[in-house]
C-alpha cells in the first residue's frame, strides 16, 4: 500500500514569493491533515479535512495561507507571499474516520 | 489547552540496553496517544497507537503504556540497537476535531 506522498521534498524561495505543496493521501482516507513542524518542536496542525470540507482550519494563518482539498482527494497549501518565519518542514497527514494518523515524508521550506 | 511534554529531550545509551521514554500530558480527557519515530530529515512514522479504554500496546521490541488518570505514557524498547536511533514523538488526540498535539520529542542515540 503506498504511503502519504508528498511534493516538492525541498524547496527554496525569496520571501514574498509564493509557494505551493502537493499532497496524495493514503487511498480511501477520508480525512486529510496539514502541520507545520519548526526546528527541535513537534508538528502543529494548520487545517484539517473532512472530505472536502475544511473541518478545523483555525490555526492557519489566512491572511497569507490558503489551502484546498478539490474531490476530497489530493490537498494544496499555499503561502502567498512567504515570509522568514515560514521556513519550517510541512508535513502531510491522513486517517481513515479520525484515527491514527499516516504522515507523509515532509516538504523542508526555506525562505531566504 | 493540553499540553505535552517528553523529558528528556536526548539520550545515549550503549547498544543491547533496554530503555523508557517518558511523555507527559495535562488534561487526561484524551481520545488516543500515539507514538511516532522521526529520522532526520523524513517525515513521522507511526509506531503504536494507544486508545483510551486501553492500557498498553505492543509492536516487536517496542511496548507503549497508557495511564490516563496520572496523564502519562511511557515507550519501552527492548535490547535497543544503533538502528533505534532516531527522534521519538509522543501525540495525544483530545477527540475535539481529532487534533494531534505533540511533544518536542526525545533524540535517542544508541552506540554500537
Not at chain 1, 482539498?69 to 521556513?87: F, M, N
Request: with cysteine.
Amino acid at each position: 500500500e503506498a504511503g502519504v506522498v508528498q511534493s516538492p521534498r525541498y524547496k527554496i524561495i525569496e520571501k514574498k514569493q509564493p509557494v505551493a505543496f502537493w499532497c496524495n493521501p493514503i487511498s480511501g482516507h477520508n480525512t486529510l491533515y496539514w502541520y507545520r513542524q519548526n526546528l527541535g518542536q513537534g508538528p502543529e496542525l494548520l487545517i484539517r479535512y473532512e472530505n472536502e470540507e475544511a473541518v478545523d482550519d483555525s490555526q492557519l494563518p489566512k491572511d497569507r495561507f490558503s489551502a484546498e482539498r478539490l474531490k476530497g482527494v489530493d490537498s494544496t497549501l499555499k503561502i502567498q507571499p512567504a515570509e522568514l518565519g515560514d521556513s519550517a518542514v510541512y508535513l502531510c497527514a491522513s486517517s481513515l474516520l479520525s484515527s491514527e494518523q499516516f504522515f507523509g515524508p515532509g516538504t523542508r521550506l526555506t525562505v531566504l | 489547552k493540553q499540553e505535552v511534554t517528553q523529558i528528556p529531550a536526548a539520550l545515549s545509551v550503549p547498544e543491547g540496553e533496554n530503555l523508557v521514554l517518558n511523555c507527559s500530558f495535562t488534561d487526561s480527557a484524551i481520545y488516543n496517544l500515539q507514538w511516532f519515530r522521526q529520522d532526520p530529515g523524513k517525515g513521522l512514522t507511526s509506531l503504536l497507537l494507544i486508545q483510551s479504554s486501553q492500557r498498553e500496546q505492543t509492536s516487536g521490541r517496542l511496548n507503549a503504556s497508557l495511564d490516563k488518570s496520572s496523564g502519562r505514557s511511557t515507550l519501552y524498547i527492548a535490547a535497543s540497537q544503533p538502528g533505534d536511533s532516531a527522534t521519538y514523538l509522543c501525540a495525544v488526540d483530545t477527540g475535539a476535531n481529532s487534533k494531534l498535539t505533540f511533544g518536542k520529542g526525545i533524540t535517542l542515540s544508541v552506540r554500537p
